[in-house]
């Protein structure tokens, strides 16, 4: 059986043609069930088709099925295809979606279908089509081979029907699952026996039900502390590259009681989900413990330049300093500027810092720096925690104790607090004992990292969200919590722009990926908005001459931004020493540039540089300029 190569969705189908299956539809009195030809039905219904096995009787397939096609009640029979490597059968339901080329016309769109025979079943906007074949047309396969071999062709995809699998993300069973508030709140919490407030959460299994997954295993969380226990059952699977100031070394410092706060600050978020314990907000993330936290200018460098160097996408900071003695420095704040703009291969890794516990009306001099997610808190019941420090920079607020406690992961040297003043109860607030090495916990210092958590899954789902996106998007995505009138402008000083809202954020993350904003690669054909130039990109040198509207060219896009012309322009130039045409147009009610490369009298000329421009992968299409002047 032949293999037919077309494209579908972001890459290539390779298809082969099943040797048994087709798919039939009938009339009304149709019974394939008990029909001769028919050796065993499959499936009931897949793209509007019986899928059936025939009895082919020493036949081909091709030839059977062009015999039961004769049968009075069979309408319509198709071939059934399996995709390479795949044994789930693909039915073509005889539709194919079609993206024709920027500027081009109905009349020539009209051409196009006529060649092919095909039935205009809808107009989806000026440039893209929904077509049906008719009984004079090829199959919808060959349809769309040939369509995406034709100039004035962007896209074509014939519409192909499958069985889907039927699942739902398998979340985490881990022991204290159900008492992880800040994850899912259900409005009680078992173990405590405590009335919550339903919803009062960061939607983080909602995120992971949207993400269809606990985050990427590609994904570096970095937490800046002190007292790591990495052997910590939640934490042991999990560290990468771990680093120590104090020791310069890998070897963490570990055993001294008065260190024990990095334990449960990486576990909130990114504690694995092993069925045991507690689960952070990015399970599969990797954890970068950064050991040795310290206020001098040399380490302040150190410890950021370290998670640069070393692939750090998240920072979570949950320290710091409200003293008014000791503000930052200009290169304490260059060097957090440094990781938040450099990071990430210049994308800026995200650097998050808790807003502080002193129930002050400023923030921590570190949550203050500009290029920082600040993070305040708030409690179970939507309240603002009364120890959280509130300032105009906070950027969000997330779950942490006010009411009731968050549980988080304990070092094993950690001595716990006396909660009674008999020793008796050392980790559990409401004195209930639970087993493992866990602990409440709670503070900003919790907030912080839940929310670097969900900074990780909105990386996983779409990684080349800058850090400035990253913490535009957590604003923009967060819910109002609190009194309304205490935003001013959809800020808070208690709150920020409100409580976080993973599930949110991660699905803008995925808008973006998915092109959603309007950006577009520089040398695809398009009459989307580009991504807007900045300041900086360069000086140009240009002359205006008037061109004839005569000759072909090749036509490279249509851009929104005249900023990018520019830049195209330069490159075309310096790629191909070719001319560049501009042509001021109008798309969808606003300015646009239509760019072309080269004039030539001779459409084989013009043809002969899209060759060249097609091998250095750049696409276009030959263009009359009769038509555009």
């Not at 604003?475 to 309304?484: C, F, L, V, Y």
Request: charged share 25%; net charge neutral.
């Amino acid at each position: 059986m032949s293999n037919y190569k077309i494209k579908s969705g972001k890459g290539t189908l390779v298809l082969q043609k099943s040797a048994s299956l087709v798919g039939l539809k009938g009339n009304k009195k149709a019974d394939f069930a008990n029909a001769d030809y028919v050796r065993q039905e499959v499936l009931p219904s897949l793209g509007g088709f019986k899928v059936v096995s025939l009895q082919k009787d020493g036949a081909t397939v091709d030839d059977k099925l062009d015999e039961v096609r004769q049968h009075k009640e069979v309408e319509t029979g198709t071939h059934v295809y399996f995709a390479e490597g795949s044994k789930k059968p693909l039915v073509p339901t005889g539709e194919v979606f079609i993206i024709f080329q920027p500027d081009v016309d109905e009349s020539e769109q009209a051409l196009v279908l006529d060649e092919f025979r095909l039935e205009l079943v809808e107009r989806r906007a000026n440039d893209r089509v929904t077509a049906r074949v008719t009984k004079d047309s090829p199959n919808p396969i060959k349809v769309a081979q040939a369509l995406q071999k034709i100039s004035l062709v962007k896209f074509a995809e014939p519409d192909l029907d499958m069985l889907l699998e039927e699942y739902d993300l398998a979340l985490p069973n881990d022991t204290f699952m159900a008492d992880e508030w800040h994850l899912k709140n259900s409005g009680f919490i078992p173990s405590g026996k405590y009335t919550t407030k339903a919803g009062a959460d960061a939607k983080i299994v909602d995120a992971w039900t949207r993400l269809d997954n606990l985050g990427s295993p590609n994904i570096v969380l970095a937490i800046i502390d002190n007292g790591f226990d990495i052997s910590h059952p939640d934490l042991k699977p999990k560290v990468y590259r771990p680093w120590d100031l104090w020791t310069q070394s890998d070897r963490l410092s570990d055993g001294d009681p008065g260190f024990t706060h990095g334990t449960p600050c990486a576990s909130l978020a990114v504690a694995v989900a092993n069925g045991q314990g507690m689960v952070g907000v990015a399970p599969n993330a990797k954890f970068m413990p950064v050991s040795g936290t310290s206020f001098s200018v040399r380490a302040t460098e150190q410890m950021f330049d370290y998670c640069i160097q070393n692939g750090a996408d998240v920072i979570s900071c949950s320290w710091g300093t409200t003293d008014t003695q000791y503000t930052l420095n200009s290169l304490k704040e260059e060097a957090i500027a440094k990781a938040a703009r450099q990071g990430r291969g210049g994308k800026g890794c995200v650097v998050l810092f808790a807003a502080g516990n002193e129930g002050l009306d400023y923030v921590n001099f570190y949550a203050a720096h500009p290029d920082v997610i600040c993070v305040a808190a708030c409690d179970s019941k939507d309240r603002y925690a009364s120890y959280s420090n509130q300032g105009a920079e906070v950027s969000i607020c997330a779950p942490s104790n006010g009411d009731w406690p968050l549980i988080a992961a304990r070092a094993s040297w950690d001595p716990g607090t006396t909660i009674r003043g008999d020793g008796a109860f050392k980790f559990w607030a409401d004195g209930v004992e639970r087993s493992g090495p866990y602990k409440h916990f709670g503070g900003t210092s919790g907030a912080t990292p839940i929310v670097a958590g969900i900074c990780a899954l909105m990386l996983s789902a779409n990684p080349n969200l800058t850090a400035k996106e990253v913490k535009e998007i957590l604003q923009s995505t967060a819910d109002k919590i609190g009194d309304p009138s205490e935003y001013k402008n959809g800020r808070s000083r208690k709150f920020g722009y409100g409580r976080v809202n993973a599930d949110k954020a991660v699905a803008e993350a995925l808008r973006r990926k998915d092109g959603s904003t309007g950006t577009t690669k520089p040398n695809t054909p398009s009459t989307s908005v580009s991504t807007p130039v900045v300041s900086g990109q360069g000086l140009f040198r240009f002359s205006v001459e008037r061109q004839p509207s005569q000759g072909f060219s090749v036509q490279l896009g249509v851009f929104a931004d005249y900023g990018n012309v520019l830049i195209q322009a330069e490159k075309m130039e310096r790629m191909f020493s070719q001319p560049v045409v501009v042509n001021i147009t109008q798309a969808s009610g606003k300015t646009a540039y239509r760019v072309l490369v080269g004039v030539f009298d001779k459409s084989a000329d013009a043809t002969t540089l899209q060759k060249a421009m097609k091998a250095e992968g750049v696409d276009g299409f030959v263009k009359d300029l009769k038509t555009i002047g």
